[in-house]
């Protein structure tokens, strides 16, 4: 799973916000990334790590919940096939047309 969203500001400058499940946990098989800042490669980056699937869902929602409701639309998405399909639905009302 990727979800890139962005929003710009009052001065017009980009804010990415990153999230994915690439990289795997040595200690536990829930685990995603957030990366976010104006400029990724740059930005800050956060591991979450979780102990059940569940807790993990919950915390995805969560962020994109957030992210959404403080203005951020969705700039990429990507999940393997039946991959997290509660998020779908609110990615796609944040999606650019």
């Known amino acids: 799973m990727m979800i890139t969203l962005y ?5 017009d400058r980009l804010h990415f916000y990153s999230i994915n499940d690439r990289q795997g946990h040595l200690f536990s098989q ?6 976010w800042g104006s400029d990724l490669s740059r930005g800050r980056e956060k591991v979450h790590v979780f102990d059940t ?17 403080n ?25 650019v047309s």
Do not use: C, H
Request: charged residues 30%; proline residues 4%.
């Open 7 to 11: 929003k710009a500001d009052q001065k």
């Open 30 to 35: 829930y685990t995603f990334t957030v990366n």
């Open 53 to 69: 699937q569940r807790q993990m869902d919950r915390k995805l929602q969560e962020l994109i919940q957030a992210r959404i409701g």
């Open 71 to 95: 203005g951020y639309r969705v700039l990429y998405s990507y999940f393997r096939d039946q991959e997290y399909p509660e998020l779908r639905p609110a990615l796609r009302r944040a999606a």
